[in-house]
């Protein structure tokens, strides 16, 4: 199913200057993909942020450089128009959106209700809707939005005509820069050179704008799942199936020179692909799930990334949890009725993983998952899936023994 534009009701939209984004947070996702997508098509950026060093730098200048790094040369860009505000200026900022055709939020979980009150205070003075691109990896990030807009006066039976509340599905995967480089400019910003912008169309109160790079879908489920059962599931794998191979390797494109780790990550990722295309038939082609599968693998080989295998593998607490990318996808490929051997291989894989981080040692709290993966008895393995992955034992029977298995094996039960 192809997305579609959204609907064209008409939104008073001034034609006589530039339409204006505000953006909270000029991070990395801020900077390097949002601001770029929408200057690209025509809107000017304003950021709100708190930062002294990026407030100063785009008040002397209304431009950034942005790099695309990949392995064949790099590709220098200019980003503007782009000014900025200080997002603890309440007035300013009320000011900024009162203008603004559209906001985005990029901040991260722990600033999100902060800067979703500030647009709340925002939006009860302004005379049109404001719709607002939530670009954050948080899950549930809509439901949060709605629940402190209510708290700050708006119900949510008038939220929908004065708010759009727009989820995200974020592929953006952005280069790891030196400490010394970025010392040197404060916004420059690098990127690999992937620009989708998946949205969900059905959260816009108005026209959905028609720039490039900016994918509106409906409904937008499915391309959430297809981000974290596909892309964070086949960067997992790189990094645990990676480990289990090559535990000298620093790097997810070095892990993924070796032949055999290539494969099983490549076969993993297809398998997920499979039950998403069975999970969804109506919305994904199987070729073109394919493609996006060799596409991923394809970015994750990009060496100009500089991600390490600690890095993508590391937080075990999180992504082992039965909800999320390695045992979620898991989950998917079992219920659809596909071979799970690819899926466990990852999953048996992440419990010996002990990357080592920048102070040459495995994440405290990923050696505990694993101490925890490989000691007790049978029933303390049980009690593992229960507490730690969050396995209903009762009711996912399936999925317990498939795991169950795997665990015995590692304590050699």
Not at 125 to 143: T, V
Not at 361 to 376: C, L, T, Y
Request: with cysteine; net charge negative; proline share 6%.
């Amino acid at each position: 199913m192809k997305p579609t534009a959204g609907n064209l009701e008409n939104r008073p939209v001034n034609k006589n200057k530039t339409p204006k984004i505000v953006i909270f947070g000029a991070g990395n996702i801020g900077r390097s993909f949002i601001a770029p997508v929408f200057t690209r098509g025509g809107f000017e950026a304003v950021f709100a942020d708190v930062a002294p060093g990026i407030l100063a730098a785009l008040k002397e200048r209304n431009h950034y450089t942005l790099v695309e790094k990949t392995d064949a040369g790099d590709t220098i860009h200019q980003v503007s128009p782009v000014r900025a505000v200080d997002a603890r200026d309440a007035e300013a900022v009320a000011r900024e959106l009162d203008g603004a055709e559209i906001c985005a939020t990029c901040v991260g979980a722990g600033a999100l209700p902060i800067v979703l009150k500030s647009i709340a205070a925002a939006v009860t003075s302004r005379k049109r809707p404001l719709d607002i691109i939530l670009a954050e990896n948080l899950k549930g990030a809509a439901d949060l939005a709605k629940g402190v807009f209510e708290e700050a006066g708006i119900p949510a039976s008038e939220q929908k005509e004065r708010i759009g509340i727009i989820e995200t599905s974020i592929g953006k995967m952005v280069p790891i820069m030196p400490v010394e480089v970025a010392a040197e400019d404060p916004l420059l910003s690098w990127a690999e050179p992937f620009n989708t912008l998946i949205v969900d169309r059905d959260g816009f109160t108005g026209r959905v704008p028609e720039i490039p790079d900016f994918m509106a879908v409906s409904p937008i489920a499915p391309w959430v799942a297809r981000k974290l059962y596909i892309h964070n599931f086949g960067h997992a794998a790189a990094a645990y199936i990676g480990y289990a191979h090559k535990p000298e390797a620093l790097y997810i494109w070095e892990v993924l020179e070796n032949r055999v780790v290539a494969e099983d990550v490549e076969k993993a990722m297809q398998l997920s692909a499979a039950a998403l295309h069975r999970e969804y038939p109506g919305v994904f082609n199987a070729d073109d799930i394919k493609a996006h599968v060799a596409d991923l693998i394809f970015r994750f080989r990009n060496r100009a990334l500089g991600d390490t295998v600690y890095r993508v593998g590391r937080d075990l607490p999180r992504k082992l949890q039965r909800r999320d990318r390695v045992v979620g996808a898991l989950e998917l490929v079992r219920k659809h009725g596909l071979d799970t051997g690819a899926a466990l291989e990852v999953f048996q894989s992440a419990l010996e993983f002990q990357a080592p981080g920048p102070d040459g040692n495995p994440d405290e709290k990923d050696r505990e998952i694993v101490r925890a993966a490989h000691s007790g008895s049978a029933v303390d393995s049980a009690d593992f899936l229960r507490n730690v992955v969050g396995v209903d034992i009762e009711k996912e029977t399936e999925l317990f023994d498939l795991l169950l298995n795997v665990l015995l094996k590692a304590r050699k039960i």
